[in-house]
């Protein structure tokens, strides 16, 4: 804060002029800089549209053409021809906005002012700034959100007491950061063998042989109360009982009655996180989760016995896409990177403690620009408000020392044991479902073969249960329980081939009555 960002913007748009130097610029230039500049408070909304885009060069009948589709950007049009002195900050900022990207400039200069507006209009922004990035135009942006700047920008330069620190590509530059900001605010990095763990503020790095693997949103927990998101970097932490590979870190959340209590040790170049929380009033709890982001270069996930390759993230993408759904109990997963990319597989495990919680991946939105593994889960409506005590989480682990041979292998082997082969038919049983393919191609379609049972009025399905992994039997058959969370009963499979049929029966245990 106070290094000189936003004035250099202002420099750039010809705002204000340098006390010594020069600014060469080629192309027309559209800023969106302070609140309201550029706008005349006792114009209309439809006179201030033509006056701001008379700043940027546009003649009177280019604004005409593009007039309507400005005002259907900016969502105001029942307040268009009102003094803007009337309209909320919000709506200041929408309708400068929609006449800076209607500009159609070569330059675009965007301060932090775009925090100001609404969801809505934040996912409009994130959708126009990913079309003008994608149409080869220059956009200088200043924020302190490191996941955006790492998705928006191909250069970043870093500013310290208005002094270029560190110009570089995104990634390194905010290496260098995050690094500067732990030593100065007493933040404590972990070192064992290869591996490198940096924890500044709620949020963790991870590092291998130097070059980190985690996206720059890293891995943080967090929580959501009464349909808000608390994320833990917005905690006051504090870091003991540091040693060289390991920490503990306590945060207090300030808009929640919660104490977030980290344990992180890094040994063999793998990082366990234990988290466990002290609730000081009851607290309506939604959501609780682990999130840990990598780059989009880990393109394949090996998740329990499956496996397969994430989408493309594309500038239309506005929220977090379930890749893999949620896995209950005790589970794991692997991410592997693009062959072009000297990044290491990561092995998340993780065990649950307090809550039912499940394991699953995600690509977030365009503008983060992550994959995600994430444990999360929901507190049920009669556990909540949570009554003031102290509660375990979860158990993570993130294994980075894994070969990609290796970890082929070891899920290879896995598949294998919970496989059955009768011929050119097959059937794979993973996590409540089976999956039948015959001569290598899929017979059944994405919800499998699965059970479901209607108790009590509602329709449980197979794969809501929790499911212990399969077994082998000796006698060639494949075995797998799972048990209902909400309702006494389990689920037994077994699965045997014989000829070219394979036999698959299902047994319901009921443990009271049902």
Not at 91 to 118: C, K, Q, S, T, W
Not at 146 to 161: A, F, K, M, Q, S
Request: charged share 20%; aromatic share 8%; hydrophobic share 40%.
């Amino acid at each position: 804060n106070g290094s000189g960002k936003s004035t250099l913007l202002k420099i750039l748009a010809g705002v204000t002029l340098p006390s010594s130097g020069s600014v060469r610029v080629a192309g027309r230039v559209a800023s969106l800089l302070e609140l309201g500049a550029g706008f005349h408070p006792m114009l209309t909304g439809r006179e201030n549209v033509y006056l701001n885009a008379g700043l940027l060069g546009m003649r009177h009948a280019a604004v005409d053409a593009v007039f309507d589709d400005i005002v259907a950007f900016s969502g105001i049009r029942e307040f268009i021809d009102q003094p803007v002195d009337t309209y909320s900050s919000g709506m200041y900022v929408r309708i400068a906005f929609a006449v800076a990207v209607h500009a159609n400039p070569d330059i675009f200069l965007v301060d932090e002012v775009l925090a100001v507006g609404d969801e809505e209009f934040q996912r409009q922004c994130r959708i126009k700034i990913g079309e003008l990035k994608e149409s080869g135009k220059t956009i200088v942006f200043v924020s302190h959100d490191l996941g955006i700047v790492n998705t928006l920008c191909d250069r970043v330069v870093l500013l310290d007491h208005g002094l270029m620190i560190s110009p570089d590509s995104a990634q390194t530059t905010i290496d260098f950061y995050l690094r500067q900001i732990g030593r100065e605010s007493g933040i404590h990095t972990m070192r064992s063998g290869r591996s490198e763990a940096i924890f500044s503020h709620g949020r963790i790095a991870l590092f291998l042989d130097g070059q980190e693997v985690t996206a720059p949103a890293g891995w943080k927990c967090a929580f959501s109360s009464l349909g808000l998101h608390h994320d833990a970097s917005q905690a006051d932490w504090r870091v003991t009982d540091t040693t060289e590979s390991s920490c503990t870190a306590r945060g207090k959340f300030s808009r929640l009655p919660i104490t977030l209590h980290l344990d992180l040790s890094l040994a063999d170049d793998a990082l366990c996180l234990k988290a466990s929380m002290q609730v000081e009033r009851p607290v309506a709890l939604g959501m609780i989760a682990s999130q840990l982001l990598l780059p989009t270069a880990y393109r394949e996930w090996m998740f329990g016995e499956d496996d397969g390759t994430f989408p493309e993230i594309l500038p239309k993408d506005l929220s977090w896409t379930n890749i893999v759904p949620p896995m209950l109990g005790a589970g794991e997963c692997t991410l592997l990177p693009d062959s072009a990319h000297a990044l290491p597989p990561v092995r998340v495990r993780y065990e649950n403690r307090d809550f039912t919680l499940g394991l699953q991946a995600d690509n977030t939105e365009y503008m983060t620009g992550a994959r995600a593994i994430a444990v999360r889960g929901f507190i049920p409506s009669e556990q909540s408000p949570l009554a003031p005590g102290a509660y375990t989480l979860f158990d993570v682990t993130a294994d980075l020392g894994e070969a990609p041979e290796e970890a082929a292998a070891r899920f290879a082997a896995k598949r294998q044991a919970c496989t059955l082969t009768a011929g050119a038919l097959s059937l794979h049983m993973h996590g409540g479902a089976w999956t039948l393919s015959w001569a290598g191609e899929p017979v059944t379609a994405w919800t499998h073969g699965h059970v479901q049972m209607r108790v009590m009025g509602l329709w449980c399905m197979s794969q809501a249960l929790v499911w212990g992994p399969p077994s082998a039997e000796e006698d060639g058959v494949i075995k797998a329980s799972g048990q209902s969370l909400r309702f006494p009963y389990r689920l037994h499979y077994e699965a045997e081939a014989a000829g070219d049929e394979i036999t698959l029966r299902v047994y319901c245990e009921a443990q009271e009555d049902l």
